[in-house]
């Protein structure tokens, strides 16, 4: 390509709405246009990336065994009713009502169409294992969009969900899936980490998450430097404590801790380690009737570590706890507790609550405690002497870095991440939603055991910018830059000798299959090569006059800090080796 | 590809909705599926082509110095707005509410946004000319969509945007895209025709429309086969009369022509060629006040011959009805002509009404037409002696089989066409509504003229099929089938030969970069190749055990009524020459 033929437009400042790095370079490097709120145009520049990146996960898809489909973006809202989605999924589904009145939604994802697809295509165990990708639009309407590609409403995923005839079966095509992942992730040239995810209602450790690893990741991605343990946060499992509880050794003593509402605050005040103190949750659960009034509710308080943060999905999931819970109202404390937040403690209660203990309280003694008194903490508080045992212990906390591995094979160590594809077995929660059932070998209807796998298309070039850039720009792995290759000819209006060494390079390296682009704007140095640096192209040759009297061009890798010279002749060749094309 | 990793899915019967022959053979052969009226999902068969479509359109178009870019499916209705379209288009285009009560509308085309991307990033006359595409999702709320494909509400269109700094240049950049619209099309296989098309208010010629030609298309395409005029129907030009206006030789006489309101009822009761009546339509225009009150109407009496019909194009563009016209009202027509519809005609009018004759109809003499009265005709009637010369003489008509050609060189035929491809100069009809300017050479901004390139990339593949199919199936040209050759062997489970001969040709058309697929599905010989057929792949190698005792393979071409008998070791070089690859 030469860039005379094509469309480069860069900018010096970021736009005003720009938080992130990839937003603004995206914006700056022209690879980018906002026609909303998150809503982009891709120009031709950004569309490079974007092809580059559906043609690797195409290719790894297709040798997966996935078929690739198409299905609409506006799709009919019956669909979405037959599983409760179309009501249950809130606002981030765009609805639409046709000129006769129908309602239709613009597709976040595809589970129902597919899954209407697989109940009138796939009708026998005969044609199963089956696998439908797509590469296509989607739409949710976030409330707040923003980062500009890495929360969007309008963005292109690959989607692909897998039929199988019963659990281990669909479990094999999960694990295919996960593989191809594993693989397109490595041809992406991104440093990246697949993690384990909650999978929900379904159990199991069938769901993974490729995190893409950029310090300004939303995700805290936890894993074990000495062995291959790797989780989100929401999964992570702590280690049990290891040690029994020590016996007592102070008496318990109500302290003033006038002002003092935070563990923090008062573990400052009593010049005593945060983990010595314990902090109080108070969670409700309800009982509801047919009609779903509440006709009675359940205190619960849970007790962690000062230094430890409460995990919703491990609270979720306890007996008790795994009806659905809710934070208690400031009445409920109020009646149970007798103070407001800030002082709350498990010793001295107006009513009973039950009372859950994180395993690391469990095993604690001489803790603090709020009083239940504004302004007052209870120190040396120990289980057994000053109160009963708890009513459960469990996992309730976030793992914090340092935190001994679950495999027992080192300290957990946090980073960030950016979530770019998440594979997930579904079971039969579709194909039961859907009454979707092929004919068994035992010659009975069967539901479809499914899987589902997403890949983030326009999202990984900014997670991918997010982990790879400098003060001048991006960086882009060779896979998926706009452009491998830019040939940067100093005054070649001027010059026939410049001219005459930029067309043969780049003839030579067109012919070699080389991704490469031509400058021949005719802008001067400092401006071009400003350009490419911002748009991020990995490989820069440069030729001009004075290099070509010695024979000689400069390359210069997007990394490097100054340029090699090289003999013009063995240009091409050093670029074929690097690019092992 | 191997069938057995596929997805080969064909129906014995086309659906109950299926009216023409591509909606049937697209469905029975697994190319598409329906999901709601007029959206369809793309299965892996019927994607394959789209994906060929769509990588000639590619090419092609950035061979012309096109760049590629992908606008937003969903659009903000305030750019709508800037144009009027968002009232203009009526329900045809689909508006959604977001989240925050703001309008948008899924794209029906783009023109608006990358107006918009113009305004911002062309800037100064040395960014033009520019040409902008994409290929991407389209939907219009069609009233009744039907035909399958060819007539759907969600579609993938190619639309290409030119910019140029002044009408010469923006009609070189029309003539390109119109010579790399004759190469895609060229490259499609298809046989079509490209015809001169009405381009609305902006006048010139710069109007073509691309026309799959198929006995069953929707549009009258006119074309002189003794030259190179091609025109739609609506757009055709007659040629003016030749000869003068016969002197008068018949007497004005009142006929009785009870019950014959039409005029071949007319010349079928007298005898008399249908070209020697004149059937009269009554047209109406109205002035408006400054509120869009009528406040005078004016009715037109339009004269054509009774084997004539009228061109709404043409006389929507003649004086004083070119402000935008109607059919007259039943009352009108009373109060000025004293009767009903049949019977009318320009002689003893109740009150005056403007005459305008087609070309032909001011050449006539003795002519017969309604005598406003019922059940009564007037023959004999002539131009000056009977009545005033009309008010105005123009084109009026659409152009019949046999007219000879405008350019004078030959007679004109007509035939069928399905309409998928259009180049239109725009000029500056979206540029002066977005006030999207450039600054020109003298410094001043000016207006960018404009130009729109469209090809319907799912509506292609319905047109092929209209133009190629028999009845066993769909017949691909090579270039846009799902695969060019499928390889049927004939009990692969039972012969190791069979097996050895299909997996080799197979390997050796791969390499060669043939796009074949090796049915191993199993199936009997009768289904497989009734699948086949049906589907369409051009070219068949049947290998059999019977067959490779004598060293024999048989190759059959999809329009060949029998097989060929070729030795195996030359198949594929065969194939090779036949496909030149």
């Not at 790095?21 to 982009?40: D, E, F, N, P, Q």
């Not at 289980?383 to 009513?391: K, T």
Request: glycine residues 8%; hydrophobic residues 40%.
């Amino acid at each position: 390509m030469k860039a005379s033929q094509f469309f480069v437009s860069t900018l010096k400042e970021a736009p005003a709405d720009a938080e992130v790095v990839s937003h603004k370079l995206m914006t700056r490097a022209g690879l980018i246009k906002k026609l909303g709120a998150g809503i982009y145009t891709y120009m031709p520049m950004g569309l490079r990336v974007i092809r580059k990146v559906e043609a690797i996960v195409r290719e790894e898809m297709n040798r997966a065994g996935a078929v690739e489909c198409t299905m609409p973006v506006v799709q009919p809202g019956e669909l979405w009713q037959e599983t409760g989605r179309f009501e249950k999924m809130g606002p981030e589904l765009l609805r639409i009502r046709d000129r006769h009145g129908r309602d239709f939604v613009v597709q976040p994802t595809s589970e129902e169409v597919i899954t209407d697809i697989a109940r009138q295509e796939l009708r026998s165990y005969k044609q199963l294992p089956r696998n439908f990708y797509q590469i296509q639009t989607k739409f949710r309407d976030e409330r707040r969009p923003r980062f500009g590609l890495m929360r969007g409403r309008e963005f292109t995923m690959k989607d692909a969900y897998s039929f199988d005839r019963n659990p281990e079966a669909a479990k094999a095509s999960y694990q295919v899936m996960a593989q191809a992942y594993r693989r397109i992730f490595d041809r992406f040239g991104l440093t990246y980490r697949a993690v384990a995810a909650d999978s929900g209602a379904i159990g199991g450790d069938l769901s993974e998450e490729f995190q893409v690893i950029a310090a300004t990741g939303e995700d805290a991605i936890v894993y074990c430097p000495a062995s291959d343990y790797a989780a989100n946060m929401e999964k992570a499992e702590s280690a049990p404590p290891t040690g029994p509880r020590p016996a007592p050794a102070q008496a318990q003593t109500l302290t003033p801790t006038p002002g003092k509402a935070t563990c923090a605050d008062v573990a400052a005040l009593l010049g005593v380690p945060l983990a010595s103190t314990v902090k109080s949750l108070v969670l409700a659960t309800d009982t509801l009737d047919e009609d779903g009034n509440v006709t009675a509710s359940q205190v619960w308080l849970l007790l962690l570590r000062g230094d430890h943060d409460m995990n919703e999905v491990k609270v979720s999931k306890l007996p008790g706890l795994d009806v659905g819970f809710r934070f208690a109202t400031l009445a409920e404390i109020q009646s149970h507790f007798g103070t407001e937040p800030g002082y709350l403690g498990p010793l001295g209660l107006l009513q009973p609550v039950k009372v859950v203990a994180d395993r690391e309280v469990a095993v604690m003694a001489d803790w603090i405690c709020g009083a239940n008194r504004k302004d007052y903490h209870i120190t040396g508080v120990n289980w057994g002497r000053d109160l009963p045992e708890p009513d459960l212990v469990a996992d309730l906390r976030n793992v914090v870095a340092g935190d001994p591995s679950p495999d027992g094979k080192g300290a957990l160590a946090i980073e960030r991440g950016i979530e770019v594809g998440h594979v997930f077995y579904l079971g039969t929660k579709y194909s039961k939603a859907m009454n979707a059932t092929f004919l068994a070998e035992d010659g009975k209807p069967a539901f479809f055991e499914m899987g589902c796998y997403g890949i983030g298309i326009t999202r990984l070039p900014a997670a991918a910018i997010e982990q790879n850039h400098d003060e001048r720009g991006i960086i882009w792995p060779d896979a998926i830059a706009p452009f491998t290759v830019v040939i940067c000819p100093i005054g070649m209006d001027r010059s026939e000798a410049v001219k005459a060494a930029a067309g043969q390079l780049y003839a030579e390296l067109l012919a070699a299959g080389v991704d490469v682009i031509l400058d021949d704007r005719g802008e001067r140095p400092g401006a071009m090569f400003a350009d490419w640096e911002l748009i991020g192209v990995p490989h820069r040759v440069t030729i001009g006059d004075k290099g070509l009297k010695d024979g000689k061009v400069e390359y210069q890798h997007r990394r490097d800090s100054a340029a090699t010279a090289v003999d013009v002749s063995q240009m091409a060749d050093l670029l074929r080796s690097k690019l092992a094309v």
